[in-house]
């Protein structure tokens, strides 16, 4: 448990508190996106969990965020689970006797890589999965939605640096993926992900947007996911302003939110 006289790490290592941080980003990503002469009310900020701590999470929610980001199975199952229990017990309390008190509850995104053995686990609590780089993945999501009888929404991730590091599905595949992914009845994709190579400079990340923001308008020609594809996830803490000039409507924002990482982690 956080003591809150000495502050959440965020706080002890910025100076500033978690609610100024995301108040920040948010006017950020506003800003970002009125620059680009689009509806800020559009673009959706996911926060990203990865090196938070629980009470911020909490914090969040209390601040009516919704969308939470996660790149690890075990956390982003325990962590849901969490979030939601906490949000069922205020209804309880905040509900007086036979009447509902409607909570909105979060919606929680897998942005890392998924492996199929624990494919189920994450359909059981994601709204949106965006690492989906392979077909041997999509047929294990499909057959988990038909069991399920759910269909699971995805995105893409493309590789489109072509770096070795970066996990994705290479340019050219992306198509050929989503095409197949069409046959799918219990999947319906919905846009295109992707990760920038790391750079302290986010102009060097601006191509990357750009080119998989021209793959997006070309797959976006074809009708895929019922006519739902309209999902572009690309920017994270250090280039998410240049992802939204490029055309991102899904951000994932991690450190900038809630405090800078206390290890170098290769996830
Ligand atoms: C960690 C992570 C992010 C957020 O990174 P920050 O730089 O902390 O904002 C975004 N996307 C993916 C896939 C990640 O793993």
Redesign the pocket.
Known sequence: MTDTKSGTRAEIETGMSLDARYAAVKERVEAAARRAGRDPSRVILIA?T??AELDDIKRLVELGHRDF?E?RVQQLTQRAAMIEEQLRRRKTLSGTAGEEVEVEMPRWHM??TLQRNKAKQVVECTRLI?SVDSMRLAEELQSIGLKREQRIDVLIQVNVSGEESKFGCPVPAAEPLAAAMESMAYLRVRGLMT?APYSEDPEQARPYFSRLRDLYEDMAKLDLGDGAFNLLSMG???DFEAAIEEGANLV?????IFGE?EVEDA?
């Open positions: 990203v990865k090196y980001g790149n942005i890392g965006h990760m994270m803490s250090g994932r924002v991690g450190s900038a990482r996830g």
